[in-house]
Structures are given as structure tokens and as C-alpha cells.
């Protein structure tokens, strides 16, 4: 009854270095997404994919990266940590434009 | 752009009362809406969905409305608990752009015992 699975869930990095966020769903969904959740806002998407190696920018995509080389992983990588990207990172599939969407329980990023 | 406002920021409300959330988008061409909820520190728990050739949905003590033409879409909570304290989320699906999901801001709800 795994869901989607976000890895780590918490993390500190300094300035400059790369990391990937791992994201995974066992639900055989075609649709993923990343959002940032800064606090006082909603949800803002980084970058989304509606199926194996088709990916799209969201709003706020600069200095993120994103591949889909399989239907169940969709990883995050952080190119050169700045510290305006601290932020909570969440990972949400579903099975099609009209279905709802399952989220993860996100990942803490601070960046030093 | 496509903008997603949620509409009051914060609220707190006595046990017991019934209460209104609303949610305006400024793009008629949707798919989809989905209202959340969100705990502290917690990830998003879905509410309900409300597809876009749907008037309403209904779950429990919840009603989420939706109204395409004029951009709004309401959340009923019937009965408010303490339990019910929490961030409550709208997130619009949009027909162009690639069916990108753009959250509101949320509006946080505490009721009080």
C-alpha cells in the first residue's frame, strides 16, 4: 500500500552542491509532478510528466532538472543549491488528467 | 495567466458551525478541481474532485461546488470539529498549457472547542 514514495525526507545541503530527490509510485499512474511549497503559499508545479520519457517545464522551473526514464520514478535534481530553493518538495501522481492526484509526504530541503 | 485565489486567508469558527471556503480561478477552460487538506508539516490529503462538467461532489459533512462560467468553486463543511483545523487546499486543473495544476494559497481553519 506503498503510494508514492518520496526520498529523503528531510535534507541540508551548502551552497552550490546537487542533490536528486527521489520520487516513486507503485500505482502504474502515467501523470507526475513536482511542486515547491514555500511557506504562506500554495503548491507552485516545478516541472511535470504525463508519461515515460515525456517531461514538461511548470511555473517555476529554472535550476531544476527532471527525467522520466521509467512510468514508476520521476526524480529532481537540484543542479547548484542555492539557498532560494529551501523550500518543502512534493511528488504527486495520478492515473490521467481527470483522475485525482496522490501526493508523497514530501521531502525538507534547507539549503546553507 | 492562469491564477488560482482562495478566499478567506484564515478562519476560525466555533465548534459546531457550518462554514464556506471558496476558491476563484481565473481560466473557465478547466478539468478538473480538487480541494485538499493539509496538517502541519504533513503532505496533502485529498478531499474531493470535482470534474469540470460536474455541479458538485459530496463526501461525509463535505459539499464542494463548482461553478465554470463564473470561475468559483465553494467547500461546505457542515458541523465543524475540532478536528476539522487545518489548512484546506484548491488545486484548478487547466485544459491548455499541457493540464498543468495550479494550487491557491490556501485558507487555514481552526475551530475552536
Known amino acids: 500500500n506503498a503510494g508514492v514514495t518520496q526520498t529523503p525526507k528531510f535534507q541540508v545541503l551548502k551552497t552550490g552542491q546537487s542533490m536528486t530527490l527521489q520520487c516513486a509510485q507503485d500505482m502504474n499512474h502515467e501523470y507526475m509532478s513536482w511542486y515547491r511549497q514555500d511557506p504562506g503559499m500554495g503548491l507552485r508545479l516545478i516541472h511535470y510528466s504525463v508519461g515515460a520519457g515525456i517531461t514538461d517545464q511548470g511555473e517555476v522551473p529554472n535550476g531544476y532538472n527532471v527525467s522520466r526514464s521509467t512510468t514508476e520514478d520521476f526524480p529532481l535534481r537540484l543542479l547548484s543549491a542555492a539557498p532560494s530553493q529551501t523550500s518543502v518538495y512534493f511528488c504527486a501522481s495520478s492515473n490521467g488528467p481527470g483522475q485525482p492526484q496522490h501526493f508523497g509526504d514530501g521531502t525538507r530541503l534547507s539549503i546553507l | 495567466k492562469q491564477e488560482v485565489t482562495q478566499i478567506p486567508a484564515a478562519l476560525s469558527v466555533p465548534e459546531g458551525e457550518n462554514l464556506v471556503l471558496n476558491c476563484s480561478f481565473t481560466?473557465?477552460?478547466?478539468?478538473?478541481l480538487q480541494w485538499f487538506r493539509q496538517d502541519p508539516g504533513k503532505g496533502l490529503t485529498s478531499l474531493l474532485l470535482i470534474q469540470s462538467s460536474q455541479r458538485e461532489q459530496t463526501s461525509g459533512r463535505l459539499n464542494a461546488s463548482l461553478d465554470k462560467s463564473s470561475g468559483r468553486s465553494t467547500l461546505y463543511i457542515a458541523a465543524s470539529q475540532p478536528g476539522d483545523s487545518a489548512t484546506y487546499l484548491c488545486?484548478?486543473?487547466?485544459?491548455?498549457?499541457?493540464?498543468?495544476?495550479?494550487f491557491g494559497a490556501g485558507t487555514r481553519l481552526f475551530v475552536k472547542a
Open positions: 488545486a484548478v486543473r487547466f485544459n491548455t498549457g499541457g493540464f498543468k495544476t495550479i
Open positions: 481560466d473557465s477552460a478547466i478539468y478538473n
